[in-house]
């Protein structure tokens, strides 16, 4: 879960939030909680002062609540938004060197595959690579790529166009996404929310393994 904290997200020297690990210009959360069976990884963002800190620290040292969380955190700033979900990762298994016909590796040479549906991946693609897509009637129609990328991890960004949705195009992607990260050495991390059932249908078909659940607390 730390790995994955620091692929989301720039850390300061005291692993405080200083901002998302992305171009985008978003204001990162103000709590970052992932847990595990084998425990709990907090990150705070950088502005929130030491004495908050102290106090979500202290309700946070024997159970989860987050109702409480909120109502801490709502001390400082109004809490606007909550994200809950599963964290999955790749089994690290034999990548095949035989790739299905539909789906391709996108690079510069062929990022014009891009255009039509997911024009900002288009323009952006250097900072979201490795990235692989779907290919109907000479488009991408279904994309993985790497929302977000560490020293030691990449974060899967999944978009599939609302019309070939339910067609089994996106565990495809997601599949040849995974082992091209795998390739190149990084961990393949998958994260989405509760309420995505088609993501988490997609993380289970592909056998990802479920690691832990990721809290994020947002404020004004």
């Not at 002062?49 to 909120?70: F, G, K, M, Y």
């Not at 606007?80 to 298994?93: C, E």
């Not at 595959?113 to 279904?142: Q, R």
């Amino acid at each position: 879960m730390g790995i994955q904290a620091e692929t989301l997200y720039v850390l300061d020297e005291q692993e405080r939030i200083v901002a998302i690990n992305e171009p985008l210009e978003m204001q990162p959360p103000a709590v970052f909680i992932g847990t595990t069976t084998e425990g709990t990884v907090i990150r705070f963002r950088q502005d929130l002062p030491q004495a908050l800190i102290d106090e979500l620290l202290r309700v946070t040292a024997d159970s989860l609540d987050i109702v409480q969380l909120c109502r801490v955190i709502e001390r400082y700033k109004k809490v606007t938004d909550i994200w809950i979900g599963p964290a999955y990762a790749y089994q690290n298994g034999e990548a095949s060197n035989e790739r299905e016909p539909d789906v391709l590796l996108i690079d510069e040479s062929n990022r014009h595959l891009l255009k039509k549906h997911f024009p900002f991946l288009h323009d952006e693609l250097s900072a979201h690579v490795p990235a692989a897509g779907y290919i109907l009637n000479g488009e991408v129609v279904s994309v993985c790529c790497s929302a977000r990328r560490s020293a030691k991890a990449a974060e899967a960004s999944l978009k599939t166009i609302d019309a070939c949705r339910g067609r089994g195009m996106a565990p495809r992607v997601v599949k040849a996404w995974c082992e091209e990260v795998s390739r190149t050495g990084l961990l393949p991390l998958y994260s989405t929310s509760w309420d995505n059932v088609s993501s988490q249908k997609v993380a289970q078909k592909l056998g990802l393994r479920p690691y832990g659940i990721d809290f994020n607390i947002s404020t004004e």
